[in-house]
């Protein structure tokens, strides 16, 4: 039996063979339905069926999603080739007749959750074992997710928690509900569910380990890889994010806190590590040029194992780093396709493979003509980034051998890893992270940074530097304030954490380093590293201490550059508490760029920080659409977006 869709390969993995597919192998081959029919959701095996259904309409949504996000954007710009829609999505013109704007495909998966949530018995057992729990509370959060997407790209929404069984139905709700009222509804069903179950029966369900979903047309041996429970959203983090949109901070942080605490006990701290480039041993000779006094010996924290392109393709799929992600079909006989890689320049579909001369990390065959590419801006920022390196000259304070610390300007090694130009053509740019055929929704450095955004706007601007600095791991008690000592000639200010900061995550809600929790964090081997250092280098580790990149320094220049910026009345008065937060939130924004560039978020990113910046600034009042109009300048919007109501889609 030809089996058309690369879910119903699963399912059927899945589920005994007795019969199992005859009610419902229907439901996953019809993808042009709006809606997936109703299976038999009383039944302890059947549903397994109704969660790929949804996940398929996930698939349908991918490259809606992943073209919003990223088009709408300042760090991805449309070229000459491009489409009208993606033109038109970039310079905020897009209206009724773009392909992808269309309210429908969110509405679709919200639906059919509607339709499990309220049809699944979740009464059903196996021995003493609940087998519907785990299923029930990712669907659920599948649910939050999409709204939260839908209310960023659309604004107001028509908010529907029952199933609805025609368009017709959906085009009879024509009131908006305010967005916050449907994100803090959501939040709370989520919460509600948290409350009621023990983490056994939160996490994502697990149906099998990886499986082979098919081989790229162009090479038999490239052979694609799923982890189904990959699929799905762990509920802390889809919690997390609401919690965060809403500007409940607090509770945001203590949801990353719990997703990362419980991961590491199940997957140890490979389960929470996150990788590095790895500066040592580049791939090509034009990746990134050291500085002649860059000491290798004494550069070792950044280890050659961490390498940055295993993120996003290792052995077939995403590695470990990566938490969730929507899977596209090998070919177009397999399921739902993806027009992602295409639009950057590559031909991930192709029938045979055409060599190129620069280095491509996913083997993924080039076209000539792509429509997409990094900004000027996006390359600016990249291009001059500084790199953190230990030299090999000796430190003249100390009488004990130890080395001077230096940075250089010569770019941020993710970009320089992903980006790639054609021979000595620099304005031709690949971009190599879309030619995966994976959407990375959640990512170990998502959690963290979401971590920092939200420790900050708590009021521990030091804490969410740490998370960019060193990361949360034991090694953290080294940069407390109460750790000075003179005798090490090291300035007092780099010991940059209150002891009030540093015990507020030894204890309470927040206990990453209690003496509970501190061996699920211990750093023995560089596991858990701050975000910066994923592409800066040294900015951490044994020589952080007086790394160049350190709190008062690049905090300092950041709040200098904002009160040129948009406050030039404020220059030469001393830095205030909210100048500190709104300055590391910049930095925390910067992070998302270098992180997550081209992996379709940097939309949603924007517009909530800019809202927070709107509800609290130390600058006045709309300060966040201010912001957001200033990055996306280069965009060259055809409407003022210091109206947040300019942000929006049209909803159709």
């Not at 569910?193 to 038999?220: C, D, M, T, W």
């Not at 590491?264 to 580049?282: F, T, V």
């Not at 969730?324 to 993806?338: C, K």
């Not at 929704?441 to 009021?459: D, F, K």
Request: with cysteine.
């Amino acid at each position: 039996m030809k089996l058309k869709n690369l879910f119903t390969a699963i399912a059927v993995a899945a589920l005994p063979l007795s019969g199992a597919l005859t009610s419902c192998s229907d439901m996953l081959e019809s993808d042009s339905s709006l809606f997936v029919s109703d299976p038999n959701l009383n039944q302890k095996s059947d549903s397994v069926f109704y969660a790929y259904g949804i996940m398929q309409a996930m698939q349908q949504l991918a490259d809606q999603y992943y073209f919003q996000n990223e088009m709408r954007g300042e760090i991805s710009v449309p070229t000459a080739k491009a489409t009208t829609h993606l033109k038109n999505l970039a310079n905020y013109s897009a209206g009724a007749e773009c392909k992808y704007d269309s309210v429908y495909l969110y509405y679709k998966v919200i639906n059919n959750c509607n339709t499990y949530l309220q049809k699944r018995d979740t009464t059903l057992m196996s021995g003493t074992t609940n087998v519907t729990i785990n299923e029930y509370v990712a669907i659920a959060a599948f649910r939050a997710w999409t709204y939260l997407q839908l209310t960023k790209q659309y604004g107001d929404v028509p908010y529907l928690t029952t199933p609805v069984l025609t368009v017709s139905e959906i085009n009879a709700k024509t009131e908006h509900t305010p967005y916050r009222t449907i994100l803090a509804d959501q939040a709370q069903y989520l919460q509600n569910l948290k409350n009621s179950y023990s983490y056994e029966f939160l996490r994502v369900p697990y149906y099998q380990a990886s499986i082979l979903i098919g081989h790229l047309n162009f090479s038999n041996s490239l052979t694609k890889v799923m982890s189904p429970s990959k699929c799905f959203f762990p509920i802390n983090i889809v919690l997390g994010d609401l919690y965060l949109e809403l500007g409940e901070y607090e509770k945001a942080a203590e949801c990353y806190h719990d997703y990362l605490l419980t991961a590491s006990k199940e997957g140890g701290i490979q389960a929470i590590r996150n990788n590095y480039c790895n500066m040592r041993y580049p791939h090509d000779a034009d990746y990134m040029e050291l500085p002649m006094n860059y000491y290798s010996a004494e550069n070792t924290d950044i280890r050659a194992i961490n390498q940055w392109d295993n993120i996003f393709y290792l052995g077939g799929e995403p590695g470990d780093e990566v938490i969730s992600y929507i899977p596209m079909a090998v070919n177009y006989t397999m399921g739902q396709t993806t027009d992602v890689p295409y639009a950057f320049g590559y031909d991930y579909y192709a029938s045979s493979y055409n060599q190129v001369s620069r280095y491509t990390i996913f083997r993924c065959p080039e076209h000539n003509e792509p429509q997409i590419q990094p900004s000027a801006d996006y390359m600016k920022m990249v291009k001059n980034a500084p790199f953190y390196y230990v030299t090999n000259e000796k430190d003249p304070l100390v009488l004990t051998t130890r080395y001077l610390t230096s940075s250089t300007n010569v770019g941020d090694g993710r970009a320089n890893m992903i980006v790639k130009g054609e021979g000595n053509d620099s304005t031709k740019l690949f971009v190599q992270k879309p030619s995966t055929g994976f959407f990375y929704i959640y990512r170990n450095s998502t959690v963290y940074l979401r971590l920092a955004e939200s420790l900050n706007r708590m009021g521990e601007p030091e804490l969410a530097f740490a998370v960019l600095k060193s990361g949360i791991n034991s090694e953290l008690k080294q940069y407390v304030d109460t750790a000075y000592v003179e005798d090490y000639k090291i300035p007092q200010e780099n010991y940059y954490i209150p002891k009030a900061s540093y015990d507020r995550i030894c204890t309470g809600k927040l206990d990453f380093l209690s003496s509970a929790n501190v061996s699920y964090f211990t750093n023995a081997n560089k596991e858990i590293v701050g975000i910066h250092q994923h592409g800066a280098g040294m900015v951490a580790g044994k020589d952080g201490l007086r790394s160049q990149y350190n709190y008062a320094t690049i905090v300092g220049a950041r709040i200098d550059k904002i009160r040129s910026q948009f406050a030039p009345e404020k220059i030469g008065e001393p830095y205030t508490k909210e100048e500190y937060i709104n300055a590391v939130e910049d930095l925390i924004c910067e992070e998302y760029a270098l992180e997550f560039a081209f992996e379709g978020t940097r939309f949603s990113d924007l517009v909530r920080i800019a809202r927070h910046k709107n509800l609290d600034s130390p600058y006045g009042g709309q300060f966040g659409s201010t912001w957001f109009a200033d990055i996306m300048k280069g965009n060259n919007p055809v409407k003022s977006l210091t109206d947040e109501n300019n942000w929006y889609l049209p909803f159709k």
